[in-house]
């Protein structure tokens, strides 16, 4: 029940940035004198409208997004009253026209950027410092956490009967001791710690030195055998090789919490880290398509490979129901930058599509009147039809592939 809960709230949550999306358009368009005749949640047929004014606002059958309609956005609309030609949109400044198209992106980043500010004073933002690299684990002091028991093979799933006990239990440590010394040899970080195990044979006898709440100790343990490819290669041959039935616990913590001021600087750092990362993401994206046909036609699913609204709502459904309300909303964050990047993308039809043209045509008409020749006047849209389609049928192909990929292969974050 908690996952489904999940799931409804996160598609809830996005329906909800889509329509404010929507929403910044139509107070801005209103705002410079342009005329707005429709402002819907979700597409189909309409199940309640209102009209107020010249504007009917209402809520459509298919909650998959929404609509604002402007009138006149291009010189090629052929639905314009000739009363409303003076008000239509390709007649305004092309300043106004940019704020105009986007405003649905500023809304994404706005929300994007107060929900990171609540984050930041409350459950804290990700620790910019967190080890996330082999090296940088390899580097942190061997403060353990204790496994229940050695998977013999190289894999991570839950103990199962005839697993071996974890040694370390055996020899009564406990999570939180730092490990100082094996057999004798000093251990001043975890690689060291795995670097002394390989140099052990599985099932001999090891003496541990340790700390614990500042006081030194000793024990003595067998060790017992896993699977591991050499330190390395990591994907090299497996083979057998001593395991103390560890785990690393980062003495860095993984999130900080700031000061309402602090937060906003630590909010800014971390959405240009967003920032790039959504740029790095959006380059890969046409790379990831064959993993994602792997994935949809029985192979493993990469956890990198791009993931639609559904995968999305899936992943806050998981989230919700293993109590993990930080990944919910980090999604919530994740998901509306990247939707208002998207769509500041030069390519019709979407915002980003608009607003190129825009400044195309002004730069355009700077150019002719320094060689005093005739300004050329608007794009004509028409003749961009076809690659509009192109990036329609692109576009279109690929939220197939990944709702595809989502219904029949998700990622999962947690183990349910």
Same mark, same amino acid.
């Given at each position: ?14 329906? #909800?940035?889509? *329509? ?58 052929? @639905?314009?009253?000739?009363? /409303? ?37 409350? !459950? ?13 684990? $390899? ?23 005839? @697993? ?12 939180? /001791?730092?490990?100082? *010394?094996? +057999? ?25 030195? %340790? ?20 330190? +390395?290669?990591?994907?090299? !041959? ?10 690393? #616990?980062?003495?860095?913590?993984? $999130? ?19 920032? &790039? ?6 380059? =890969?994206?046409?790379?990831? &398509? ?13 956890? @990198?490979?791009?993931? *639609?609204?559904?995968?999305?709502? =899936? ?20 998901? +509306? ?13 979407? @915002?980003?599509?608009?607003? !190129? ?6 730069? =355009?008409?700077?150019? %002719?009147? =320094?060689?005093? $020749? ?15 389609y192109v990036v329609i049928l692109i576009g279109g192909a690929f939220t ?14 947690? *183990?349910?």
């Open positions: 029940m908690s996952y489904l809960l999940g799931v409804v709230l996160f598609a809830l949550a996005i329906l #909800i940035s889509v *329509s404010l999306h929507e929403a910044g358009h139509l107070l801005t368009a209103k705002a410079f004198g342009m005329k707005v005749t429709k402002y819907f949640v979700g597409f189909g047929p309409t199940l309640w409208s209102f009209r107020r004014g010249e504007t009917e606002y209402g809520v459509k059958g298919i909650p998959l997004g929404g609509f604002c309609k402007i009138v006149g956005m291009t010189p090629q609309d052929d @639905d314009v009253d000739p009363a /409303d030609e003076p008000r239509a949109m390709w007649r305004y400044p092309v300043w106004k026209r940019t704020i105009v198209m986007s405003a649905g992106s500023i809304t994404h980043f706005a929300l994007a950027l107060v929900t990171l500010w609540i984050l930041a004073v409350s !459950a804290g933002l990700p620790n910019p410092k967190f080890p996330t690299t082999e090296a940088e684990v $390899r580097q942190e002091p061997a403060v353990i956490m204790l496994s229940d028991c050695v998977v013999p093979e190289n894999t991570a799933r839950a103990c199962a009967p005839g @697993d071996p006990a974890s040694p370390a239990a055996q020899g009564q440590l406990r999570d939180g /001791d730092r490990v100082t *010394s094996l +057999n004798g040899t000093p251990i001043n970080n975890y690689g060291e710690l795995l670097t002394a195990l390989r140099g052990l044979q599985p099932g001999t006898s090891a003496t541990i030195g %340790y700390v614990r709440d500042g006081q030194p100790g000793e024990t003595r343990t067998t060790l017992a055998q896993t699977q591991r490819p050499p330190l +390395n290669d990591p994907k090299g !041959a497996l083979t057998p090789v001593a395991a103390l039935g560890v785990g690393l #616990i980062p003495s860095t913590p993984t $999130r900080i919490t700031y000061g309402p001021v602090g937060a906003f600087g630590a909010t800014a750092d971390f959405t240009g880290e967003m920032a &790039v990362g959504t740029y790095h993401a959006l380059l =890969r994206i046409p790379s990831k &398509v064959p993993a994602l046909w792997t994935a949809l036609t029985g192979g493993e699913r990469d956890v @990198d490979t791009p993931i *639609s609204v559904v995968g999305a709502s =899936r992943l806050g459904g998981e989230a919700v129901e293993n109590n993990a309300w930080l990944v919910f909303f980090m999604l919530f964050v994740s998901l +509306n930058f990247f939707i208002g990047v998207f769509n500041l993308l030069p390519l019709l039809p979407v @915002d980003g599509g608009h607003i !190129a043209i825009a400044w195309f045509e002004r730069a =355009r008409s700077w150019v %002719y009147a =320094r060689v005093g $020749r005739r300004d050329p006047g608007r794009v004509d849209y028409l003749k961009l039809m076809p690659f509009t197939l592939l990944t709702i595809a990929a989502d219904v029949v292969n998700p990622i999962t974050l947690f *183990s349910r």
